[in-house]
């Protein structure tokens, strides 16, 4: 199972971008998924992550407060939006889902390849 993620791009300091996640083989309904990103010569870290329960959002302290993440279920497809991008905002966006409740790295049980982000000044 393969999740695809697009939206990446180049965005002046400043600007908005939104990533999408979808998945052929896999229904999002009943799963949590998330966020993560990698920036250059560092580990990858959690972004954002929404759960199965309405409402059920979690955001990490570098995007809250400029970041949306949304599920479309029928449509199969999870969003990220990041307003207000900063260079330390550059990095490789990945998608991930689980069939836990639990929202970390080391529980995701599928992941996209990435898609990558920058922001130039």
């Known amino acids: 199972v393969q999740l695809v993620e697009s939206g990446g791009g180049v965005v002046p300091v400043g600007g908005s971008l939104r990533l999408s996640c979808t998945a052929s083989e896999l229904s999002f309904n009943g799963l949590t998924v998330g966020w993560f990103r990698r920036a250059p010569e560092k580990e990858r870290t959690k972004v954002a992550c929404?759960?199965?329960?309405?409402?059920?959002?979690e955001y990490t302290d570098p995007v809250k407060g400029r970041a949306t993440i949304s599920r479309d279920d029928p449509k199969n497809t999870v969003y990220l939006q990041i307003d207000n991008l900063q260079p330390e905002d550059t990095a490789d966006y990945y998608c991930?889902?689980?069939?836990?409740?639990?929202?970390?790295?080391?529980?995701?049980?599928?992941w996209g390849k990435g898609a990558l982000v920058t922001v130039s000044a």
């Open positions: 991930a889902a689980t069939n836990g409740v639990r929202c970390a790295e080391w529980g995701m049980d599928y």
């Open positions: 929404i759960s199965v329960y309405p409402g059920s959002t």
